[in-house]
């Protein structure tokens, strides 16, 4: 049983901050200056069942980094946008390349540079540690802080609700 009050049966596509939700939201930063993020290997799991079962996915995320290419690339994803500093036309463009409604798709983003994305989509999601404003937008709030698996938590309960989660070999290796 989900615990999001919106039919999943009609989510197509998921789309993802990266800075907050799929790493968490303090970032050591190295030697060189550059942020070195943590990933949720559960998160990652989820991230490469949905690619298999034909679920669209976008990274759109102001970070940049060889790093985040290369995380989400392993992972089967090819929609990633890095350095995107106004999210909102990065997404629709996305989607109308991909021919999807905004009901046909869940966002999940932490902060104020998300808020534009998560008013636009169908299902607007915020990890457990967001920001008031993403939280107060968000028509689900995940039990999960960012990085911590809140993505794995919209992926799944998606796919159960659509029967697509260990219904098959798929399900079982990477």
């Known amino acids: 049983m989900s615990s999001i009050a919106y039919d999943l049966t009609k989510i197509k596509a ?3 901050d990266v800075d907050g939700v799929l790493s968490p939201s303090t970032i050591p930063l190295g030697e060189d200056g550059y942020p070195r993020r943590m990933v949720n290997i559960k998160d990652g799991y989820a991230l490469q069942l949905a690619i298999k079962k034909g679920y669209k996915i976008a990274i759109i995320t102001g970070g940049k980094g060889v790093a985040i290419k290369t995380r989400f690339e392993s992972l089967g994803i090819t929609d990633i946008f890095t350095g995107a500093s106004k999210k909102l036309p990065i997404f629709k463009e996305w989607m109308l390349k991909e021919g999807l409604k905004p009901e046909e798709v869940a966002f999940m983003g932490d902060d104020i540079p998300d808020l534009p994305c998560l008013r636009y989509a169908g299902l607007p999601c915020a990890p457990f540690d967001a920001a008031w404003e993403a939280k107060e937008t968000a028509l689900y709030v995940s039990k999960f ?10 992926i799944e309960q998606t796919m159960k609700a659509q029967d697509n989660w260990l219904n098959d070999a798929d399900a079982f290796g990477w």
């Open 14 to 16: 998921f789309a993802f």
């Open 145 to 154: 802080l960012g990085g911590y698996g809140c993505c794995r938590d919209i």
